[in-house]
């Protein structure tokens, strides 16, 4: 499979090629265009294996109850794919297992398996993000997304990421969460309240931006509803 | 009427800026708030353009009933912006036609008529509508995007969601579909869970130009952010 990442960093695209028979599963809308040896197959997992169970989990992540497989059909196709929301695209060329943070996953090959990893309670509740994580395992090409551009970090040691702004992480890792400043009140008057402390060795992805606060940042100015 | 429009389209592709010189007596057309800044000298002037018809036609493409003409009293230059942030591209037009989804013209020079085109009762239902605006004549386009644009030179068929279509030629075919080659009940199962909804499918050999962005599904993930309205 050969891709192409354009248009970095604000509006990426991720430009695909397949060869007869390949497949790429992607998040659900995530396709602009494809040539027309292509076709699309909808299930709630990973093509020939049913799997409600982990459709269910994988919407707990933020991520859709459902799955998109494109599968060439002939030679020289071509697939563009594209997130939400206006940001960057990455490549990981996974060897081992990725905790992808809910809704930065966007399409992965055959070798890559999709599961749930559940991240404890306590955490989810004060990290704001979901319960659950998008654990990728296996060996293939994975393409992650970000809301604003992506830097990647080798943690080797501790590292403070503020709640939000992470995307995937290598499960050598392991984070807690944490105060950002030594007392409780001044955590929270920097407005950086709690943070993710990371621990361990192995590749970090941040993002630039924080979806949340952008649209907590939007909504009150919107009509309610 | 053929006098070489000079123009300069720059910070691309995120924040594109369209700046047009115009000289003595030279005009330009835009869709209403396009304008940026302009220097002194240049006249505008809202109105309806192109007989009653040609209006309603421009308001079916979801575009403004209105067009501003900028005339040039004396040289100076005009900047135009996109109301979204995004791409801007020019497309020359020679006894031509650019089909042009709803909202993405900007700006267009003399010689360039626009109309609405209904896009057929699929376009209509689908909720994006692939409600098209058509371009023809002799002169400059421009016209703007959700994210950046991205060229595709078709040669036998290409198939674009249709919240991603921003321009095409007329030479080529296209019909709003399901993704094809799917089994019924497949295409039932894209089309209420895939996400994939309709697409716009191109076929003989033409450009077309996509935007990398839709805004759509941007809305989408706003909603949930809204205040919910209390009960009384």
Same mark, same amino acid.
């Given at each position: ?8 960093? +604000? ?21 602009? +265009? ?32 459902? @799955? ?16 939400? @929301? ?86 050598? @890792? ?43 940042? @939007? ?7 | ?14 924040? &594109? ?16 708030? &396009? ?71 900007? /700006? ?12 057929? &009762? ?42 991603? /279509? ?67």
């Amino acid at each position: 499979m050969n891709f192409k990442i354009d248009c970095r960093p +604000a509006a990426a695209v991720l430009n695909l090629s397949l060869d007869p028979g390949e497949t790429i599963t992607c998040e659900v809308g995530a396709m602009i +265009a494809m040539t027309a040896g292509i076709t699309v197959e909808t299930t709630s997992h990973k093509r020939g294996k049913g799997g409600l169970l982990k459709g269910l989990k994988r919407m707990f992540a933020g991520e859709n109850f459902f @799955l998109n497989h494109f599968t060439a059909r002939h030679d020289n196709q071509t697939l563009m794919l594209g997130p939400q @929301l206006m940001g960057d695209i990455v490549h990981h060329d996974l060897d081992g297992t990725l905790i992808v943070q809910g809704s930065s996953w966007l399409a992965s090959d055959e070798g890559v398996e999709l599961d749930a990893s559940f991240q404890g309670l306590g955490k989810a509740i004060f990290s704001g993000e979901s319960v659950f994580w998008l654990k990728c395992s296996g060996r293939g090409d994975l393409f992650l997304s970000s809301f604003g551009a992506i830097y990647e970090v080798d943690v080797d040691g501790e590292f403070t990421v503020d709640t939000g702004h992470i995307v995937a992480f290598e499960d050598t @890792l392991d984070f807690r969460i944490g105060k950002a400043s030594r007392s409780l009140i001044g955590s929270f008057l920097g407005g950086e309240g709690l943070v993710c402390k990371f621990s361990g060795t192995g590749k970090l992805y941040c993002q630039s931006h924080n979806p949340p606060s952008f649209g907590q940042m @939007l909504g009150p100015k919107l009509r309610a509803r | 009427m053929t006098s070489e429009l000079q123009f300069d389209i720059t910070q691309r592709p995120d924040f &594109a800026l369209l700046t047009v010189q115009l000289q003595k007596g030279q005009k330009i057309f835009a869709e209403p708030s &396009a304008m940026a800044s302009m220097s002194n000298g240049i006249r505008l002037k809202a109105g309806f353009k192109g007989g009653w018809k040609k209006t309603l036609g421009r308001a079916l493409g979801g575009e403004s009933l209105i067009i501003n003409t900028f005339t040039a009293e004396k040289a100076g230059e005009v900047t135009f912006a996109p109301g979204c942030p995004g791409d801007t591209v020019h497309y020359q037009l020679d006894m031509s036609t650019l089909y042009l989804q709803r909202g993405a013209f900007m /700006v267009h020079s003399e010689g360039v008529e626009l109309s609405g085109k209904w896009g057929g &009762a699929k376009g209509f239902f689908s909720g994006k509508g692939l409600v098209l605006l058509k371009a023809s004549g002799t002169g400059d386009l421009f016209f703007n995007s959700y994210g950046a644009l991205i060229e595709m030179n078709v040669e036998d068929e290409y198939i674009v969601d249709t919240g991603y /279509v921003v321009a095409f030629e007329e030479s080529l075919d296209y019909d709003v579909t399901t993704v094809p080659g799917m089994s019924t009940g497949g295409k039932i199962k894209s089309f209420f869970f895939g996400g994939e909804g309709l697409v716009v499918r191109f076929r003989g050999e033409g450009r077309i130009w996509i935007q990398s962005r839709a805004v759509n599904p941007f809305l989408n993930w706003v909603f949930p952010f809204r205040p919910v309205q209390k009960q009384s």
